[in-house]
């Protein structure tokens, strides 16, 4: 029970520390560096979570 906690309180500072610490690129025009500091990391926890899921999946079976 306290991990879960524990979790949903570092998600919650990563995801406040992703808005407010993530300064603009070079070569990037203003709030698009923010936008790509923030969906490129999800996409790619997304797509490893998919994974890990369908691997999870075929063990099972």
């Known amino acids: 029970m306290i991990c879960k ?5 570092w ?7 992703a808005f ?3 300064g603009p690129a070079t070569g990037f025009p203003g709030e698009t560096s923010r936008i790509v500091f923030f ?3 999800q996409a790619w926890v997304a ?4 994974l890990l899921s369908m691997v999870g999946s075929l063990l099972y079976l």
């Open 5 to 9: 906690i524990l979790l949903i309180t």
């Open 20 to 22: 407010f610490y993530a």
């Open 39 to 41: 969906h490129v990391p």
């Open 47 to 50: 797509t490893f979570s998919f």
């Open 11 to 17: 998600m919650a500072v990563v995801i406040v520390a």
